[in-house]
């Protein structure tokens, strides 16, 4: 028994030694929880702040590519954003018209290099992609554009 008790009060002793060489103040919980919390908020509030205006920024972008007839970079640029409604009209609208400009590109760089078969090539597959998408274009409403394009008056 004496056993014991000396092994009971040694182990009181090396708690109140423990205690006494410990003279930091115990930070309470509650204060632990509300800083996490408000730390997590904090951090989910920066990340939807900064993605949501990167996609208005990259939509701008996206659209004064549009707007300045470089469809292939516009639609690249809409392709990698979420688009809903109205918004949708611009992927599709760029991807047609951004086809036909890639082969009156091509058409005009391979006749610059008198690769004259590769540029009836590119003027062969523009028209047939043109035909396809004439009526997909009115749709769109970008008739005008579409046939501004010029691909059509190189094939007469």
């Known amino acids: 028994k004496k056993k014991a008790e000396e092994k009971k009060a040694a182990k009181k002793a090396a708690k109140e ?3 006494a060489a410990d003279d930091s103040p115990v930070i309470p919980k509650k204060a632990i929880i509300v800083f996490a919390t408000f730390g997590i908020s904090v951090a989910v509030f920066v990340t939807v702040l900064s993605k ?3 996609a208005k920024l990259m939509f701008q972008a996206a659209e004064q590519a549009y707007n300045k007839g470089e469809y292939n970079e516009a639609y690249t640029k809409f392709s990698g954003l979420t688009l809903k409604g109205d918004d949708t009209l611009y992927l599709d609208r760029s991807r047609i018209l ?7 590109k091509q058409y005009e760089v391979a006749m610059k ?3 004259y078969d590769m ?4 003027l062969i597959i523009g028209m047939e992609s043109y035909e396809k998408n004439k009526d997909y274009a009115a749709e769109l409403l970008i008739t005008d554009v579409y046939g501004s394009l010029r691909l059509w008056e190189l094939f007469r």
Request: proline share 0%; no cysteine; aromatic share 4%.
């Open 52 to 54: 949501t205006i990167n």
């Open 119 to 122: 540029a009836l090539d590119s």
């Open 113 to 115: 290099y008198e690769k």
């Open 98 to 104: 951004g086809t036909l400009d890639l082969h009156l």
């Open 17 to 19: 030694a423990a205690k």
